[in-house]
T-cell receptor
């Protein structure tokens, strides 16, 4: 089955850039996702990238996809204290029509003022 | 209200009791999913459903039962709750063919004492 790995913790200063990395094992996924979870809240879709793209930019967010290395990253420019949250990388399981997402363990981003 | 709703939001139950968590979506999405979130594990798939009357096991199905008699509802039942089932449970849905977006409910925080 799919395996998705992320580092557990990242601390940055306000105004710096944050880069959260993710590696996965299944190369057949059509889309790959980043979700954000604030304390005590549900999951909010932050952004996604189609598998035939190398990069996607959306305001302060940049997603980079290296399909050869099965590596996905999320860059947040000008990180703000409101960006403090857990960020999950998620990859769909396409086998047997399951279409469920497999999640990494989440990266807790701490933004220091 | 349009969207995906879970109930109850919080639940405390005793070991050995049966408890049902409800999930309702208003989009007529084909796929629905149940995940549990535990510290250090991210989200793990319990069960999923590709359509009404079609359900299948995910990674951690033991101790859980699901049903899907109507497209919009996907209840999750813990037949005899155990302390290890203390967790936050998320329901999600996505469109069938051609869809890519997964939407999550707000979660149910279940404590088994």
């Amino acid at each position: 089955g799919e395996d998705v790995e992320q580092s557990l913790f990242l601390s940055v200063r306000e105004g710096d850039s944050s880069v959260i990395n993710c590696t996965y094992t299944d190369s057949s996924s059509t889309y790959l996702y980043w979700y954000k979870q604030e304390p005590g809240a549900g999951l909010q879709l932050l952004t996604y990238i189609f598998s035939n793209m190398d990069m996607k930019q959306d305001q302060r967010l940049t997603v980079l996809l290296n399909k050869k290395d099965k590596h996905l990253s999320l860059r947040i420019a000008d990180t703000q204290t409101g960006d403090s949250a857990i960020y999950f990388c998620a990859v769909p399981q396409e086998e047997a029509g399951r279409r469920a997402l497999t999640f990494g363990s989440g990266t807790r981003l701490q933004v220091q003022p | 209200d349009a969207g995906i709703t879970q109930s109850p939001r919080y639940k405390i139950t005793e070991t050995g009791r049966q408890v049902t968590l409800m999930c309702h979506q208003t989009w007529s999405h084909s796929y629905m999913f149940w995940y549990r979130q535990d510290l250090g594990h991210g989200l793990r798939l319990i069960y999923y459903s590709a359509a009404a009357d079609i359900t299948d096991k995910g990674e951690v199905p033991d101790g859980y039962v699901v049903s899907r008699s109507k497209t919009e509802n996907f209840p999750l039942t813990l037949e005899s709750a155990t302390r290890s089932q203390t967790s936050v449970y998320f329901c999600a849905s996505r469109e069938g063919h051609g869809g890519y977006g997964y939407t999550f409910g707000s979660g149910t925080r279940l404590t088994v004492v």
